[in-house]
């Protein structure tokens, strides 16, 4: 019982690592050359299976399984998929390892059909595979398609079912949403642009003399979006950052598509924390805690901050200013606290991976790092630092910032040659923006659930890639010997 996983039997990725050779002295921030290397992590997800525990527990499983697939039965018919056993469904039709989204396509093509269908244990899992069955089903029906899937381990015994991130399509979402996107307009980004400038800048110090830069990468996405939502900055953000991060891992891990039985059979619940191998209770009761811990410790600065007059702006910040005080005023501040997490758990990963995929994919192709320092030096002058003043004049880093994010679209007749990282493909022959090709705004999600981050994200993503990028060549790392350097450090992450 407890876990449904086992530790991760993958082999070690292949060698990985680079080098930041400094491009300039750039004395007014005191970033100075250097040599650093990088290597990629490895999992952190440890889950420990005891299958004598679980064999105490089959005889129901399997009783509740069959209730399922009845149920199921009964109802309406469901798209195509492949044939379902008894009780495990399609269990062992369900790509796990590897480019698991090449499997699916190969099974949307075997079934004539932009839409399938499997169910394992009770659960279903739909495919979409055309842009127009997503627009179709998220978009134009997105009051029918856009609630999420309950689940046990991750909203009920870790407690992040109050926020709205993992909310049903309900009132309590629509509140808490509701919240985000009144404090962070995504057409006023701008007010935030001076805090991922500055924030930036520390990152250019801080790799001067890293030898980790993911790990700076890390603290330098989870103190900008501590900054952005409670306006706690630079050094002080770094104990809730800590935090913040294990949090974060905490959700990967307990979000993970049947890593957890419990979110099959919820009635496990109710297994004391004693019980032999209900390991899952305990692990869940830390995990709460972490949860705890990052939705008071923050808000609570902010609110100390802010009855002494001292919080400077912040999403938590600008909510509780704009609190209606003819209304209950306990629940609008647990909302805002809620959705105040929310944004903090959004922007603590999502940043550093797609930054790691912006890394390999200029060691991959040393020719876009060279044609984006040309167009760098071409506008900026010797010494500065990108401001988003230059966006405009700077297509190319807007082009790598899309195609780095662009990893979700793969349509062959909105991206000629899909799986060519290419940001030019964003451009017209002049070297402008390119209006008539398809934004990577997919990659942000459809409909009601869209990624209310997203403007915050690209701007963050923009100014991080463009001044890397003015400062320092990404180069891979040779030993002495003339091969790939060993490892150190953390990994890339994604
Ligand atoms: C590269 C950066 C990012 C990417 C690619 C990204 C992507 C996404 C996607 C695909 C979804 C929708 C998931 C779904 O359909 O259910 C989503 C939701 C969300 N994102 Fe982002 N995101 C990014 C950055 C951010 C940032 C910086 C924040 C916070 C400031 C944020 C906050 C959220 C929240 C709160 C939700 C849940 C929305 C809801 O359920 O209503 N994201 N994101």
């Known amino acids: 019982m407890g876990t449904s996983g086992s530790t991760p039997s993958k082999a070690p990725p292949p060698p990985l690592t680079f080098t930041l050779q400094s491009r300039t002295e750039l004395k007014d921030f005191g970033v100075k050359g250097g040599r650093f290397r990088l290597r990629r992590f490895y999992p952190f997800m440890m889950l420990n299976f005891d299958p004598m525990h679980a064999l105490s527990l089959i005889f129901l499983a399997l009783v509740l399984i069959l209730c399922a697939q009845w149920k199921n039965s009964q109802q309406y018919p469901l798209p195509p998929g492949p044939k379902k056993l008894p009780i495990l469904g399609n269990l062992f039709d369900i790509p796990r390892k590897g480019f698991i989204w090449l499997d699916y396509i190969e099974m949307c093509r075997k079934y004539d059909s932009d839409i399938i269908h499997l169910g394992a244990l009770g659960n279903s899992i739909i495919i979409l595979d055309s842009a127009q069955a997503v627009s179709d089903l998220l978009e134009k029906r997105s009051s029918l398609y856009s609630s999420r899937p309950n689940s046990v381990m991750l909203n009920e015994l870790l407690g992040w079912g109050i926020t709205f991130g993992a909310r049903p399509n309900d009132n309590i979402w629509k509140a808490q949403r509701r919240i985000f996107t009144n404090a962070v307009p995504s057409t006023e980004v701008n007010r935030f642009h001076p805090k991922q400038i500055a924030a930036t800048h520390d990152l250019l110090r801080a790799f001067a003399h890293s030898d980790d830069i993911i790990r700076d990468l890390h603290t330098w996405t989870a103190v900008l979006i501590t900054d952005i939502t409670y306006g706690i900055q630079g050094e002080e953000a770094l104990p809730f950052v800590k935090t913040a991060i294990k949090a974060v891992e905490s959700i990967a891990i307990a979000a993970t598509p049947g890593a957890f039985l419990i979110d099959q059979f919820s009635v496990l619940k109710y297994v004391p924390e004693w019980f032999p191998g209900a390991d899952f209770k305990r692990k869940a009761r830390e995990w709460n805690l972490l949860r705890t811990e990052m939705t008071e410790d923050p808000f609570r600065v902010t609110k100390e901050r802010m009855a002494t007059g001292a919080a400077t702006p912040s999403l938590a910040s600008v909510a509780l200013e704009q609190i209606d005080l003819t ?28 930054m790691g995929g912006f890394i390999l994919a200029i060691l991959m192709d040393p020719d876009i790092q060279t044609k984006a320092q040309h167009e760098l030096d071409r506008v900026l002058a010797p010494g500065d630092l990108p401001t988003f003043l230059f966006e405009p004049d700077l297509p190319y880093i807007s082009a790598i910032v899309w195609e780095v994010l662009r990893s979700v679209l793969h349509n062959e007749q909105d991206y000629p040659e899909p799986y060519r990282f290419n940001p030019s493909r964003f451009l017209d022959t002049d070297g402008r923006i390119d ?15 869209a990624c209310p981050g997203k403007e915050l994200a690209l701007a963050s993503l923009w100014i991080g890639m463009a001044s890397i990028l003015t400062c320092y060549r990404i180069e891979p790392e040779i030993d002495e010997h003339g091969n790939l350097a060993e490892r150190k450090g953390s990994g890339i992450p994604g």
């Not at 647990?334 to 603590?348: D, F, L, P, Q, R």
């Not at 209006?435 to 659930?449: C, E, L, T, W, Y």
Request: proline content about 5%.
């Open 327 to 354: 209304k209950d005023i306990a629940e609008q501040e647990e909302h805002i606290k809620a959705a105040s997490v929310m944004a903090h758990v959004g922007g603590t990963d999502t940043i550093v991976a797609t």
């Open 435 to 449: 209006p008539s090709v398809k934004h990577i705004s997919p990659a942000f999600g459809f409909g009601r659930r």
